[in-house]
Each structure stands twice: as C-alpha cells, then as structure tokens.
C-alpha cells in the first residue's frame, strides 16, 4: 500500500510522537466523518479542492477492488476531480486491520504534508479513524499458525464456534467484545491463545501524539431524511446489479471483507433462508442500523464539529478560522 518511512521517539512514557519533524502550526488533518448515505464524499471532494488537497478514505469497505456496488464508492468524476488513496487498494483475499491502516495512512500523511497544508482523511470507518488519531496499542505479533487455526475454525464451524471457544478460554471479557463481530473476535481469540491472556490487558497502553492539527467535521441529517436517503442509495445499488455482484462474491463470503451489511444479506438469500422481498428488507433495515451504530460512534467524540452537509461555506469558514488562528499563535512565538 501507500507508505513512507515512520519515525517515533519517546514523548512521554504513556505517548509516542510520529512524524517529529512535521510543524504542528502549519499542518492540519481534517477529518470528515458521519453515517453511511450522509453526503461524506461530496463535501470531503468540495473541501478537497476549495483547499487544493487529497483525500485519505477511511473507509473500510472502500478498500477492495471486488466490492463496488456494495460499497458506494467514490464515483469516476470524483476521484478525476480530486486525487483519493486508500481506494481498490487490496483484495478481499488480503488480510488487513485497522492498526495496519493506521500507519500506513500516516506515513501517507507524512509524504503529502511536504505538499499540502492541510489534508482529508473521509469515512465512515470509526475504529479506522481512531487508529489514525490516537494510535493502536502494543499487541503482540500472532504466530501464523494460531491466526489460521482460529481462521480456519471460523470458516469451517461459524461464528458460534469462535464465541464458544472465547467464552470458555475468556469469560469475563467475553461481554466486553463484540461477539457478533467475527473478526474482533478472530482477533481476541487468537492473542488469547499466543499469550495466554485477554486483549484487554495489551489495551490503553499508549496514545499518539501528532505534531499537526486535526479538526474534526461530523455531517448528520435528521434521522428521516437520512433514512430515506439509505433506502434510495440501496435501491439504487439494487438497480445497478448488487445482487449479480453478491453471487458473484458468495464462494468468499466468510472473507473477513465481506462481513459487511449489504453482502451478508444476501449470501444469506443465497442459502435459501429468506426469499428476495426479506433480503431486500433486511439490506434496508440493517443499513439504517448501521448509520444509528455509527452516530453513536462518533457522537461520544465530544470534538467533533456537526454540520449539515448543506453547510459546505460553514465548514470551510471553521477551517479557515483555524488556519488563520494557528498561524496567529505561530508568528506570536517567532
């Protein structure tokens, strides 16, 4: 993927600085986040050329050549008209995390502040937004033998094995992991199993701290109008073909990148557990459930600034008004 070297030295004994020799006055990470079907990407690519810069995707989905329609992509205009990494940038069959996202996204970071001043990291990934700006703790590296032993389990017994086998192995954590999400739960099981105790013991161990700004944009809509916007979006994505590229996509369908709303309805379908009117349905229902999961997210995120995403000359007016604060509080030091 994109990359660049990582430099880091000791800030404190909780805290690790990347990127020393960035200037935290002149560089500003701006951070566009929100629910699916909100609008992220066309004000993300509108602040992208008011402000003559690049967009980073944090969004999870978007990183799989395989899964277009499914993922509502930035359209052909939009990446022609700014320039988007992280983007058809891995296969399905690529095993990739948040953690790995988030230092390859600020090496990134690194290589395109020698050029821009401020730059916009876009999506509706939370974990993969919390890896960029506070960092991931010291996990220890999982022996490949253990990661395909609990892979292989999951793929061949389901999800119900992996909550077995954590369950009994991790009791009292089990109720403080999402044990709905099969890859969290991949990855608990296996640090359990290499180390012999619980993820939770390798967490909260450090934060990164950056030497650039980071502002933080939320767009929200009101709770109807953003409802209606997800069901059009996916009867649009329905009308595009997203059933032909579910089927295409089921023979992988316990890849850890389709574990996703949208796809697992209708492998479900496939199975013959529900007709398509109930797989339509449930594609519908689950997508909003998926936005009121991500408000939620980042709602606890007390520095998120929220806009509509019709307030686009807002928005800019709030970077602008950091941009000329900091450089106020910069030329008061020199």
């Excluded at 969004?59 to 052909?76: N, V």
């Excluded at 991790?170 to 739960?185: F, G, K, S, V």
């Excluded at 180390?195 to 650039?212: D, E, L, V």
Aim: hydrophobic share 40%; glycine share 4%.
């Amino acid at each position: 993927m994109q990359g660049a070297t990582i430099w880091a030295h000791s800030f404190t004994s909780d805290r690790f600085l990347i990127f020393p020799e960035l200037e935290k006055e002149t560089h500003t990470l701006v951070v566009v986040a929100g629910p699916t079907a909100v609008g992220k990407t066309a004000v993300a690519v509108q602040l992208a050329e008011v402000f003559s810069t690049e967009i980073i995707s944090a969004d999870a989905r978007q990183f799989y050549r395989e899964t277009t329609i499914g993922t509502a992509k930035p359209s052909a205009n939009e990446m022609n008209r700014v320039p988007h990494h992280f983007i058809n940038t891995l296969s399905i069959h690529d095993d990739y995390d948040a953690a790995r996202f988030g230092l390859d996204a600020l090496a990134l970071i690194s290589e395109l502040f020698k050029k821009h001043s401020i730059v916009i990291l876009c999506g509706g990934s939370g974990l993969y937004i919390k890896a960029v700006i506070e960092g991931f703790d010291d996990i220890p590296e999982i022996p490949e033998n253990i990661t395909l032993h609990v892979r292989q389990g999951y793929e061949d017994q389901g999800l119900l094995w992996l909550q077995q086998q954590y369950a009994e192995l991790e009791a009292a954590h089990y109720n403080t992991i999402d044990h709905q999400n099969p890859h969290r739960l991949m990855r608990a099981l296996a640090v359990r199993l290499a180390t012999g105790m619980p993820i939770s013991s390798f967490q909260n161990q450090k934060r990164t701290a950056h030497p650039f700004s980071i502002l933080k944009v939320g767009l929200e809509l009101p709770r109807e109008t953003l409802y209606a916007r997800i069901d059009q979006r996916m009867d649009d994505m329905l009308n595009n073909g997203l059933f032909d590229e579910a089927q295409a996509l089921y023979p992988f369908k316990q890849r850890q990148a389709l574990q996703t709303v949208g796809y697992h309805e209708i492998f479900d379908f496939i199975d013959g557990l529900y007709e398509k009117d109930e797989a339509v349905r449930l594609l519908k229902r689950n997508s909003r459930r998926y936005a009121k999961r991500q408000l939620t997210w980042f709602k606890r995120d007390k520095e998120f600034h929220w806009y509509s995403p019709a307030d686009l000359m807002q928005i800019i007016a709030f970077i602008r008004d950091h941009q000329y604060q900091t450089q106020q509080e910069k030329d008061k030091h020199e």
